[in-house]
């Protein structure tokens, strides 16, 4: 089976701190996804990656970056939080070879910011 | 951008009572996909549909393509409940590889 881990459920960060999510997959998936998801909008696509090292800017970069350091790692980091970016952040991944819509995605990381 | 819409963001059902969704859009994609989201979890796939006019069947679960290429719809009929969740529509051009994803409708089934 597919596994897709995230480090937390839950995180309380304030305002103005560097927080950093991690995503892993253990099935050696080529490319990997940060979403972020909000009642009312559905998921926004904030980057992607297609291998080690690449990053593409998805619907809503912006107070966002990533790192992609290791295939099965891609990490999304908020340079200084802030109230705005509070949301559950998903990961996903699917591997080269199979369409990109079918994403195997994490449980979430549900992100307060105070 | 592309946009998916889907309405209302909650339906409540009885048990063993069928549903429908429907999705929306403005722009013609080329594969439609239908997710659906557990409480706690991330989204799951459905159902994927590539072709206008297709009528896919996953168990109790059955979805159209639109022949437009602009909507899609999602039937589920004796609902029980498990069936509770987020079911999101997404649609998926190729042209720019990512994946469009509506708002969502939470379904509760009630016992």
């Known amino acids: 089976d597919v596994k897709v881990t995230q480090s937390s459920r839950y995180l309380v960060k304030r305002t103005g701190e560097k927080v950093f999510l991690e995503c892993v997959q253990d099935?050696?998936?080529?490319?990997m996804f940060w979403y972020r998801q909000d009642p009312g909008l559905g998921l926004r696509l904030i980057y992607f990656s297609y291998d080690v090292k690449m990053k593409e800017k998805g619907d809503i970069p912006e107070g966002y970056s990533v790192s992609r350091e290791k295939k099965e790692r891609f990490s999304l980091i908020l340079e200084s939080a802030s109230t705005n970016q509070t949301s559950m952040y998903l990961c996903?991944?699917?591997?080269?070879?199979?369409?990109?819509?079918?994403?195997?995605f994490g449980p979430g990381t549900r992100l307060t910011v105070t | 951008g592309q946009q998916l819409n889907q309405s209302p963001q909650s339906m409540f059902i009885q048990e063993g009572e069928d549903v429908s969704m429907n999705c929306t859009s403005s722009?013609?994609?080329?594969?439609w996909l239908w997710y659906k989201q557990d409480p706690g979890e991330g989204p799951v796939l459905l159902i994927a549909l590539y072709k206008a006019g297709e009528l896919t069947s996953n168990g109790r679960l059955t979805a159209q393509f639109g022949i437009t290429r602009k909507d899609s719809f999602l039937n589920i009929s004796a609902s029980i409940p498990s069936d509770v969740g987020i079911y999101f529509c997404?649609?998926?051009?190729?042209?720019?590889?990512?994946?469009?994803f509506g708002k969502g409708i939470t379904l509760s089934v009630r016992p």
């Open positions: 099935m050696d998936h080529e490319n």
């Open positions: 996903a991944s699917t591997p080269q070879g199979l369409p990109l819509y079918e994403q195997y």
């Open positions: 997404a649609g998926f051009t190729g042209a720019n590889s990512k994946l469009t």
């Open positions: 722009s013609i994609f080329n594969t």
